[in-house]
C-alpha cells in the first residue's frame, strides 16, 4: 500500500486533485479508529477524519517519501484530536463521556456463534474498564499509549509527533500501561 | 541473576528492546510470569470497540473533503480560507473588548465580583486556546523537513503566525493590564518567536531551517506553552476565588 501512497501522493502533487480521493479511501477508516481511540467521542472522531485529510492536502509538500505515509497522517490525526479533546476539557465539556461507543451494536452485531452470556458479560466488563481507564489518562499519556499500541508508532515516531524527547515519549507510555496495569490486572486475571 | 523491571518488559512486548530481555525470560521463571501477566492485560485493550462505519464512508468522507478542498475554491470560498484565521483576529478583539467594558463598567461593591470572574475565566480560555494553535503551528514548523530541492514552504504557517500575532498582542495588552505579569511575559516571548516566523523567507533551506528551529528552541517556548497549558487548566478547575484568575 506504501508504494500506492507514494505514486498517489505524486500524482496530487502534479496536479491530479482526484488522486486524492485514492488516499481518503484507502485511510478514512483507520484514521477514524485512531480518532476514537483518542477522542473516545463518534462526532469528534468524524470531524478529526475531515480536518486531518483537509490538513494533510495543504501540507502535502512537507511529507518525506522516504517516510510512511500512513504515519505522517496519523502524527496529524493525533495531534488535532488532542487539541480538540483540550480544547472540550478547557470549555468545561465532556467529550469521553461515549467512552467505548454503542455496546448494544458491538453486541448484536456478534454472529450467532457467538461466545456465551457469561463470557459476553465478560468481555463487557473488560471494555467497559478499558475505556473509563484511557479516559482517566492525562492527554499525553493517552494520545503516546494510542499510537504505540493500537497504531505501532515506534517510541522515535511518537516524540516527533508530539514534540517531545524520547524519554518523555516513553515515560508516558509507561504511565498509561501501568494505570491500565492496576486497573485491569484484577479482571483479567480472574478470567485466567 | 538481577530480574528484569517493569520498563524493560513493556519495551519487550512493543519490540523497542529485545536484546538479552528474551534470553533472560527463558530461565527466569519469575520474569517470565510478570511478562505473562503484563500480556493479558495489554492483549485485553485490544477488546475495545470502535463504532463501526458504514459501507460508504470513503465516499461520505470523500464528499465533505473535496467540498473543502482550498484548489477548487473559487474567489468568494477562498475568503473562506482565511475566516478562521480572521475568526480568531476578531473573537480575541471582542472578548477583549467585553473584558475591558465589563472593567469599565464595574461598579465597586457588591455581587460584580462573580461576572468579573465569569469574564477574567471567558479570557483565560481565549488565551489557552489561543496558545494552543500557536503550540499546534510551532509543533509543526519544528517537525517539517525540507523537500528534495531541499527547500520547505513556509507560507501556510507564516500566514497563521501573522494572524496569531495580532490576537497575541490583544492578549498581551490585556494581561497587563489586568497586572497579570506571567501571562504577559510568556506572550512577549511568544510574540517574538511568531514574528520570525512571520518575517522569514516564506522558502527556506535546510540551514535557514535549521537557524529557525534553533531560535524556537533557545526560547523554550513549546515548553513554557506546555507548562503554562497545564496550569490553565489547574486555574480552571480550581473553584472561582475573589482572586483574578488571569
Not at chain 1, 482526484?18 to 483507520?30: F, G
Not at chain 1, 494520545?143 to 514534540?163: D, W, Y
Amino acid at each position: 500500500m506504501e508504494d500506492s501512497d507514494h505514486v498517489a501522493v505524486a500524482r496530487v502533487r502534479a496536479g491530479d486533485e482526484d488522486a486524492y480521493r485514492l488516499l481518503v479511501d484507502r485511510h478514512s477508516r483507520s484514521v477514524f479508529r485512531l480518532a476514537f481511540r483518542m477522542t473516545g467521542n463518534e462526532q469528534d472522531s468524524e470531524d478529526v477524519v475531515q480536518e486531518t485529510f483537509l490538513r494533510a492536502y495543504k501540507q502535502l509538500h512537507r511529507w518525506e517519501a522516504r517516510s510512511s505515509f500512513s504515519t505522517w497522517l496519523y502524527r496529524i490525526a493525533a495531534n488535532y484530536s488532542l487539541d480538540l479533546v483540550r480544547r472540550r476539557k478547557r470549555h468545561g465539556e465532556v467529550a469521553m463521556a461515549e467512552s467505548a461507543g454503542p455496546e448494544d451494536d458491538a453486541v448484536q452485531a456478534l454472529p450467532s456463534t457467538a461466545p456465551g452470556p457469561d463470557r459476553l458479560l465478560f468481555s463487557g466488563r473488560v471494555q467497559e474498564c478499558v475505556a473509563s481507564t484511557l479516559n482517566e489518562l492525562s492527554q499525553q499519556e493517552r494520545t503516546a499509549f494510542v499510537l504505540r499500541h493500537f497504531e505501532g508508532q515506534s517510541i522515535e515516531e511518537i516524540s516527533a509527533a508530539l514534540g517531545l524527547s524520547g524519554n518523555a515519549a516513553k515515560h508516558s507510555i509507561f504511565r498509561a500501561v501501568q494505570k491500565l496495569r492496576r486497573a485491569l490486572e484484577p479482571l483479567v486475571n480472574t478470567a485466567s | 541473576m538481577s530480574h528484569l523491571n517493569e520498563e524493560q518488559l513493556v519495551l519487550y512486548y512493543y519490540g523497542e528492546e529485545t536484546a538479552g530481555v528474551e534470553d533472560h525470560l527463558g530461565e527466569c521463571e519469575a520474569c517470565r510470569e510478570g511478562y505473562h501477566a503484563l500480556q493479558r492485560v495489554l492483549n485485553s485493550v485490544d477488546s475495545l470497540p470502535v463504532p463501526e462505519r458504514g459501507a460508504d464512508y470513503e465516499a461520505r468522507v470523500w464528499r465533505n473533503v473535496e467540498g473543502a478542498l482550498p484548489r477548487k475554491r473559487g474567489f468568494a470560498e477562498r475568503w473562506f480560507t482565511w475566516k478562521p484565521l480572521l475568526t480568531a483576529g476578531a473573537m480575541a478583539a471582542l472578548v477583549i473588548a467585553a473584558f475591558l467594558a465589563g472593567r469599565a463598567l464595574q461598579k465597586p461593591k457588591g455581587p460584580i465580583v462573580a461576572d468579573s470572574q465569569v469574564r477574567e475565566r471567558i479570557l483565560l480560555v481565549a488565551v489557552g486556546d489561543h496558545l494552543e494553535r500557536s503550540q499546534t503551528m510551532l509543533v509543526e514548523l519544528s517537525n517539517a523537513g525540507t523537500s528534495k530541492g531541499g527547500q520547505l514552504d513556509i507560507s501556510y504557517e507564516q500566514r497563521a503566525a501573522e494572524d496569531l500575532l495580532e490576537s497575541n498582542r490583544l492578549y498581551r495588552q490585556t494581561a497587563v493590564s489586568a497586572g497579570d505579569n506571567a501571562t504577559a511575559s510568556l506572550l512577549e516571548d511568544l510574540e517574538r518567536v511568531l514574528l520570525e516566523v512571520a518575517h522569514s523567507p516564506s522558502a527556506m533551506s535546510e540551514e535557514q531551517l535549521k537557524e529557525l528551529r534553533k531560535q524556537i528552541e533557545d526560547q523554550g517556548i513549546l515548553f513554557k506553552v506546555k507548562v503554562f497549558g497545564s496550569q490553565v487548566e489547574e486555574r480552571q478547575a480550581a473553584p472561582p476565588s475573589g482572586s483574578p484568575v488571569l
